[in-house]
């Protein structure tokens, strides 16, 4: 037997099953967005590895990137995340453009990363950002959009939730507890892996980090008050648009949520999968207010959030909450050929119901009608048209709806009414 050369490692293919589950997240995602008045943008899937390096973090860039030296010998990349480049778009035309910036997109990324259920190397990603504003209001609008997602594809907070916290706290709190500033991004990434390790191994970790037991006793006092979000103006001011928003169901507050690239301000958030025994990370985004001038453009308060379309695949398919609908066949009517003599009929006659806007394909070549019958059923094709001889001396086409098994002579003018009318019947 012939070797069957497999897809890279960490890709996917997309059959037609899965490619119209694709398209209806993608489609969903549009509808989110656009409700909110956001426009569709794009940027380059290659990019200069500079831009990563200013902002992303090491271990983005150094392990999870794919990197390579283009024939003029530029460090370029594959784009493991869409920030920077949108960054870099808009400090290209700062100057021009209207404020606030509401953009989203949805494309491909790829990391090169441990595979796992959930988790590819190349995967797609729904990245939607508010810039120009600096309001608790801003952080909130990015929040409820994600809670409107979560709406419409039937997800409840019984099922999922968004959990939020604000960077600007938590320094304020590590100050508090005598953390020295060139010591708080480790503490920062301390507090983001406590639910990803052991209470013994991690409080181990802190001690290596430095900090004292008095600190070490103290982060964990402050990791267990889910009301310390009080002290925050910021987060109050959050919670009270989320109320008026009619999401607030959707959203607490967590301390232990930091996000790990280097690039966050602000009120940061995170959304997981709550209704299994593991808990799953769906979205998750902030506020990053000093991105721009690291790639060259002035100051410009941003927040935005990012969402891939693994992990979100597997929790809706899991819950059941897939539409059971997703049209995978190519055509809604296929037209058979009787007969070589009568071929370029059946070939006129798809083109004229193309015409009037309906979804149809013509059988390649003369077979069997009962081989044509089954290709149409096994396709998902719902009606087929016959021209044979009788029909076109008649000026006349057999209309056959599969499902019933219904079959009608229709004049060969009123063809795509009789048609889109059985069409249009057969929609729930």
């Keep these: 037997m012939k070797k069957i050369i497999p ?18 997240l993608y489609e969903t995602v549009r509808k989110v967005s656009e409700a909110f008045g956001y426009q569709e943008w794009e940027a380059p899937i290659l990019e200069s ?43 290209q035309k700062q100057n021009q453009l209207v404020f606030p910036v509401r953009w989203w997109s949805f494309g491909p990324f790829w990391r090169y990363e441990q595979t796992q259920k959930g988790r ?7 990245n939607i950002d508010l810039l120009g504003a600096d309001s608790p209001e801003a952080d909130a609008e990015l929040v409820a959009i994600a809670a409107g997602f979560f709406k419409a594809v039937g997800l409840r907070p019984a099922q999922a939730l968004i959990y939020v916290n604000d960077r600007r706290l938590m ?43 008095r600190q070490l006793d103290g982060l964990g006092a402050l990791l267990d008050d889910r009301s310390r979000w009080q002290k925050s103006a910021e987060l109050r001011r ?21 996000r790990g690239l280097l690039y966050y301000t602000g009120t940061v958030f995170e959304a997981f999968d709550v209704a299994g025994s593991v ?51 190519p055509a809604e009517v296929l037209v058979t050929v009787f007969s070589p003599d009568l071929q370029l009929e059946s070939l006129r006659l798809a083109a004229d119901l193309r015409q009037a806007g309906l979804k149809v394909s013509c059988y390649p070549e003369p077979a069997k009608l009962s081989k044509q019958f089954k290709y149409a059923d096994r396709t998902g094709v719902a009606v087929t048209l016959v021209v044979g001889p009788d029909e076109a001396a008649e000026g006349r086409v057999a209309v056959k709806e599969l499902a ?25």
Aim: charged share 25%.
């Design 7 to 24: 897809a890279v490692k960490g890709t996917r293919d997309f059959y037609p099953e899965q490619m119209a589950v694709r398209t209806w």
């Design 49 to 91: 590895l500079e831009l990563y390096a200013a902002k992303s973090g090491e271990e983005l860039v150094t392990k999870q990137s794919y990197v390579f030296a283009d024939r003029g010998g530029n460090q370029i990349t594959l784009r493991p995340e869409l920030t920077p480049s949108l960054a870099r778009m808009i400090a």
């Design 120 to 126: 590819s190397r190349e995967f797609f990603q729904w």
């Design 171 to 213: 320094d304020a709190e590590f100050e508090a507890l005598g953390v020295a500033p060139d010591r708080r991004m480790d503490v920062a990434g301390l507090v983001d892996r406590r639910d990803k390790m052991e209470a013994d191994a991690w409080q181990a970790y802190a001690l290596e980090l430095g900090l004292s037991a």
């Design 238 to 258: 959050l919670f009270a648009c989320l109320e008026a928003l009619g999401v607030k169901e959707y959203v607490e507050y967590d301390p232990s949520i930091m």
């Design 279 to 329: 808990r799953r990370s769906i979205l998750g985004g902030g506020r990053y207010d000093n991105l721009l001038a690291d790639v060259g453009g002035e100051p410009l308060p941003a927040v935005g959030f990012a969402m891939g379309d693994a992990v979100i695949g597997i929790v809706l398919e899991e819950l059941g909450l897939l539409p059971a609908d997703l049209q995978v066949g």
């Design 404 to 428: 019933s098994g219904t079959q009608e002579l229709v004049a060969r003018a009123e063809v795509a009414a009789a048609v889109k009318r059985l069409l249009e019947s057969r929609v729930p």
